[in-house]
């Protein structure tokens, strides 16, 4: 399954996601909500290398899930090729 890290540095955040193996995946979505069944897309990027940076877009509400998504050349979700990520505790 694909493996995704949230990393902030306190003024963006981006999420790093990459597939050992999965030479299939040509981009990643993340998506938002709050669970998996109604989550949408917030951004998606193409396949860099092994680790593709998502930039999460300023102003974005990241929701109690938080996931990626690997997609295929056609824009399919591949088998298999969705992991959650821990969305971060809201600063006060």
């Known amino acids: 399954p694909p493996d995704a890290q949230l990393v902030e ?3 963006s955040a981006s999420v790093f996601a990459s597939w050992n193996g999965a030479t299939e995946v ?3 979505l993340l998506v ?3 669970d998996e069944a109604s989550a949408v897309e917030i951004a998606r990027a193409p396949r860099e290398r092994f ?3 998502i930039p999460i877009p300023a102003g ?3 929701g109690a899930y938080v996931g990626v998504r690997a997609m295929d050349a056609a824009g399919e979700v591949i088998g298999g090729g969705a992991a959650q990520i821990a969305a971060p505790e809201p600063s006060s």
């Open 9 to 11: 540095d306190g003024r």
């Open 26 to 28: 040509a981009s990643w």
């Open 32 to 34: 938002t909500g709050p």
């Open 51 to 53: 680790e593709t940076e």
């Open 60 to 62: 974005a509400t990241l």
